[in-house]
């Protein structure tokens, strides 16, 4: 790119000849200790992945760090080619669109001159034709029109709202960025103002083009990126050194506010691949570092706070909205690891080191959406930052450990295809070595580790046999519930309850005499004398 100084070619030739591989260096993977596997020699043949630095490099030949998901070319040259292939698509159908409109001039033409007793034959030949120009010209129109599902898409958008709470932060973050941004230009004086304007038009013009693609939005703001980094050194004169601080804050600005309508949308399958992702890393959660060679030692308590931090890392890097600022946290994991790997080995690392270890780092942390992170980085990130320097290198890693991830088989660990497949159903987990097995040299935290594994393993046992009796018992409860309900109901249907109505009581013989509280006193018996 053009803004790339002098400065940046030197920094990056540095990290170049500190990361590059050795000609014949390979990746290689440890044989794993199952039952009667061999002992553990690091200076055995082995197999491998063989990684150079030129499987990291755009494909194209430019010297520019490729992507897997640009299909290897690097962001320059995946424009060219995406552009190219758009052209040739326009081309064709606008080819297949004249094509079908002579034919529907040559047949109302021939319909006009051949009828009577060709109308019936005429009329089966139409109806056949209208209906592949009809498949064909609705492929045509949406290509060259909205997409038709924008109404819908609309809908969804408007129906998945976020809370109130969200909305209340990300407008707080968004305020407090505007505010940090304005500030940010007011050192350009002129050239600020004309900055500003054209992030304002471009925000603008992005809210009129929420019926586009994810594709064609991401390359909107890459023609952005390099047209007001053009505009910046040829038109406002801006120094070099200030050209990378104006479009990191352009970036910050444009993607704060873009964030919520651009990562991981609902018209792509980005979700979908997290899932898939988040399901992989689980079931290879048995895999350990002994089996991916990584040369680190957890038992060493600096080698373990960095692994932690790198782990941290890698998981915070879901939190930040600016592509730059995930970048950043793939970076700092990315330190860590070289860190400790330095601190076990007691010599600096090298990139056959670095990359078992990101894998491994990337299994044991399980970063949440990560398939959307990257696709967003890829997508809406300056390019100029994933084309060179350390942030593209560090990511490019990044993309070939989750495509190894993906790709991990029992070759890739020197497994036997029946101790993976039982390792990737649960069915059992590496066991340890006998203590007879074990090589001297092996050091007591690598036998504590595995000792560990077995214990754990017996536990897992224990709990599927828990949970197993647990659901039988539920059933059991179940099924005692239905059949006492059952019975009842049976009860009840053969002796049905009658409710007889209540007798009535017996009246009292002077219960008529309704007056008798009237009637004059008995009379008393009296003596005469005499």
């Known amino acids: 790119m053009a803004m790339h100084g002098a400065k940046e070619g030197a920094q990056e030739e540095n990290l170049r000849r500190m990361l590059e591989p050795r000609k014949d260096a390979t990746l290689f993977l440890a044989p794993a200790r199952v039952g009667h596997r061999k002992k553990m020699n690091l200076k055995s043949e082995r197999r491998g992945i063989h990684v150079d630095q030129s499987e990291l490099l755009c494909k194209k030949g430019c010297g520019y ?44 033409a021939s319909s006009q001159s051949t009828q009577g007793a060709q109308s019936l034959t005429f009329s089966k030949f139409e109806e056949k034709k209208t209906n592949e120009k009809t498949r064909k010209v609705t492929t045509v129109k949406k290509f060259f029109t909205a997409s ?13 709202s976020p809370s109130p709470s969200i909305n209340r932060q990300a407008s707080i973050e968004t305020d407090r960025v505007s505010k940090e941004f304005i500030e940010f230009l007011k050192t350009y004086n ?45 038109r406002w004169k801006v120094p070099p050194e200030k050209v990378e601080k104006a479009m990191d804050q352009i970036e910050k600005y ?7 309508y651009v990562f991981c949308p609902e018209t792509t399958d980005d979700e979908k691949k997290d899932l898939a992702v988040q399901k992989r890393i689980r079931a290879l959660h048995w895999v350990t570092p002994q089996m991916l060679c990584v040369p680190v030692n957890e038992e060493i308590p600096e080698v373990s706070d960095m692994v932690v931090k790198a782990i941290t890392d890698i998981i915070e890097m879901d939190s930040k909205r600016v592509p730059r600022d995930k970048l950043a946290c793939i970076t700092k ?17 090298s990139a056959d080191d670095f990359l078992p ?25 300056n390019p100029s930052r994933l084309m060179t320097g350390e942030d593209g290198y560090y990511f490019t890693n990044l993309c070939c450990a989750v495509a190894f991830i993906e790709k991990l088989d029992a070759q890739s660990l020197n497994l036997s295809q029946e101790d993976f497949d039982r390792f990737m159903t649960g069915q059992t987990s590496p066991k340890k070595q006998e203590s007879d097995s074990w090589s001297p040299d092996v050091c007591l ?22 949970v197993s009796e647990a659901k039988k018992l539920e059933k059991d409860l179940i099924d005692w519930t239905d059949g006492v309900a059952k019975e009842v109901q049976d009860i009840v249907e053969k002796y049905p309850l009658e409710i007889k109505p209540k007798n009535q009581a017996l009246a009292a013989i002077d219960s008529e005499n309704v007056e008798n509280d009237k009637l004059p006193p008995p ?8």
């Open 65 to 108: 760090y490729g992507n897997p998901a640009w299909q290897g070319f690097c962001s320059k040259c995946w424009r060219e080619e995406y552009h190219k292939a758009r052209q040739k698509q326009i081309q064709e159908d606008w080819e297949l669109a004249e094509r079908l409109q002579r034919e529907e001039e040559e047949a109302y």
């Open 148 to 160: 038709s599902r924008a109404g819908a898409k609309k809908e969804i958008q408007e129906s998945k």
């Open 190 to 234: 002129k050239p600020g103002q004309d900055i500003y304007k054209q992030c304002k038009l471009f925000l603008d013009t992005m809210n009129h083009k929420r019926d586009l693609s994810i594709e064609e939005q991401s390359e909107c703001a890459q023609d952005f990126y390099q047209n007001i980094a053009e505009k910046l050194q040829t």
């Open 254 to 260: 444009i993607m704060t506010r873009q964030y919520k």
């Open 333 to 349: 994991c990315s330190k860590h690891i070289f860190n400790a790997i330095k601190i076990t080995k007691n010599e600096p690392a």
């Open 357 to 381: 270890t990101l894998i491994y780092i990337v299994l044991k942390g399980n970063p949440p959406r990560l398939q959307s992170n990257i696709q967003y980085i890829t997508r809406f990130c």
């Open 445 to 466: 935290g690598v036998k504590q580790m595995y000792k560990n594994l077995d214990l754990l393993s017996q536990l897992n046992e224990r709990q599927e046999r828990i």
């Open 523 to 530: 009379l008393q018996p009296q003596v005469y004398a005499g």
